[in-house]
């Protein structure tokens, strides 16, 4: 299951950095070729950036490949290390579930209800928050797995 939640959120990645280096690349053409700078380009750059952060923090938290600071665990003893890499997890797990999955559905919510649209691109708000839950769902997923050691 692991693997496949890995590969999913992998290709979502590369399709959403795609789709931002085509965008950017669109807003580049228009404004220095046809001398006219396409409307939406800035603002779904800027959106496509949010979620490939997000989801991008995400991944990188499943390949235990964040940044740590690992000076006193290198100098405990193996067993102390593992206590360390669990209080670690749990931490994680509830930054994740108060902060992503709490905070993020609450702004989905609000802006839903409050039927926010972007300027250029007329799409909900709700949208483009969607990535904090989303995100605090698989973090909390990957350090669950951790934890119970499934690979």
């Known amino acids: 299951m692991r693997k496949t ?3 999913i959120l992998s290709n979502l990645l590369v399709i959403i950095m795609g789709a931002m280096v085509i965008n950017v ?5 228009t404004r220095f ?11 779904l750059a800027r959106y496509l950036m949010i979620w490939l952060g997000i989801l991008g923090a995400a991944y990188v938290s ?3 490949m964040h ?9 405990a003893s193996p067993a102390t290390q593992e206590k360390l890499k669990n209080i670690v997890a749990w931490i ?3 930054f994740a579930f108060f902060a992503l999955v709490i905070g993020g559905f609450r702004l989905v ?20 928050y969607l990535c904090l839950p989303i995100s605090g769902l698989l973090i909390i997923y990957y350090k669950t797995s951790d934890l119970l050691n499934i690979k």
């Open 109 to 128: 919510y609000i802006t839903f209800v409050l039927e926010q649209q972007s300027a250029a691109l007329q799409i909900p708000l709700a949208l483009v």
């Open 92 to 94: 994680i797990m509830v």
């Open 33 to 43: 070729v046809m001398g006219e700078p396409s409307s939406f380009t800035d603002e």
């Open 5 to 7: 939640v890995d590969k």
């Open 67 to 75: 940044v740590a600071i690992d000076v006193l665990p290198q100098r």
């Open 62 to 64: 499943g390949k235990n």
């Open 25 to 29: 690349l669109w807003q580049v053409f």
